[in-house]
């Protein structure tokens, strides 16, 4: 189940006043696309190996200012608002950002822009998460991979997880988004069947974490 949010006032990018911060209840999940009929973004090869190296090193040449990208699915099919699976390259449609908020996002990270192989009309956003906290329980969850740092089963400690962010890394796994309950619900009552959230921990003992939430 999802963590409930109350009002608290915050700022679009067009400066329109608009809601939802976090109130009670941890949740962390990991988002993808749904396999719901919608175009999706494939990344630039290029881009997406420097934004690698830039999650996981750090390095200010590394950073990336853009994201190219090219759409691919059925040409019928509506552009998603939120169409990129990568686990580290969240991206975003003008309309999500403009109704969620770009302040609250911005507090995670920046926003840079994503060209669009033959779409110019199309505005879409990377959310290049730089809030990186150590929040992860070592003791209890799963170690982590020596490739990539994949950790399949987390434990978060409750008194350091980044409530008020709507997004985060963690230092073991950079490569990696992981997302806020209270911002998945507002993400998910915006874009309806499109996107997919998988569990990664919640504080309620009830709460089923997915099986394999960073497979395909």
């Given at each position: 189940?999802?963590?409930?949010?109350?009002?608290?006032?915050?700022?679009?990018?067009?400066?329109?006043v608009m809601a939802d911060m976090p109130e009670r209840g941890l949740a962390v999940y990991r988002l993808l696309?749904?396999?719901?009929?919608?175009?999706?973004?494939?990344?630039?090869?290029?881009?997406?190996?420097?934004?690698?190296?830039?999650?996981?090193?750090?390095?200010?040449?590394?950073?990336?200012?853009?994201?190219?990208?090219?759409?691919?699915?059925?040409?019928?099919?509506?552009?998603?608002?939120?169409?990129?699976?990568?686990?580290?390259?969240?991206?975003?449609?003008?309309?999500?950002?403009?109704?969620?908020?770009?302040?609250?996002?911005?507090?995670?990270?920046?926003?840079?822009?994503?060209?669009?192989?033959?779409?110019?009309?199309?505005?879409?956003?990377?959310?290049?998460?730089?809030?990186?906290?150590?929040?992860?329980?070592?003791?209890?969850?799963?170690?982590?991979?020596?490739?990539?740092?994949?950790?399949?089963?987390?434990?978060?400690?409750?008194?350091?997880?980044?409530?008020?962010?709507?997004?985060f890394r963690l230092p073991q796994f950079p490569g990696a988004v992981q997302w806020n309950g209270w911002a998945?619900?507002?993400?998910?009552?915006?874009?309806?069947?499109?996107?997919?959230?998988?569990?990664?921990?919640?504080?309620?003992?009830?709460?089923?974490?997915h099986s394999d939430p960073w497979g395909i």
């Amino acid at each position: 189940m999802m963590e409930r949010t109350r009002s608290d006032a915050t700022t679009n990018m067009d400066g329109d006043v608009m809601a939802d911060m976090p109130e009670r209840g941890l949740a962390v999940y990991r988002l993808l696309p749904s396999l719901a009929e919608y175009q999706q973004l494939d990344p630039n090869r290029w881009d997406l190996r420097r934004l690698k190296r830039w999650q996981r090193l750090g390095a200010d040449e590394d950073r990336p200012d853009r994201l190219r990208a090219e759409w691919m699915g059925e040409r019928r099919w509506p552009k998603g608002d939120f169409p990129s699976g990568y686990p580290g390259a969240p991206v975003l449609s003008r309309r999500v950002i403009d109704r969620f908020g770009a302040e609250p996002l911005r507090a995670a990270g920046s926003l840079v822009p994503v060209e669009i192989d033959g779409a110019k009309g199309d505005e879409y956003y990377l959310l290049l998460v730089e809030q990186v906290v150590d929040c992860l329980d070592l003791r209890r969850s799963s170690k982590p991979k020596k490739v990539d740092g994949e950790v399949k089963k987390a434990v978060y400690r409750t008194d350091a997880v980044p409530v008020r962010l709507p997004a985060f890394r963690l230092p073991q796994f950079p490569g990696a988004v992981q997302w806020n309950g209270w911002a998945v619900e507002r993400l998910i009552d915006l874009t309806g069947d499109e996107i997919e959230a998988r569990l990664l921990w919640s504080e309620d003992p009830a709460a089923v974490p997915h099986s394999d939430p960073w497979g395909i």
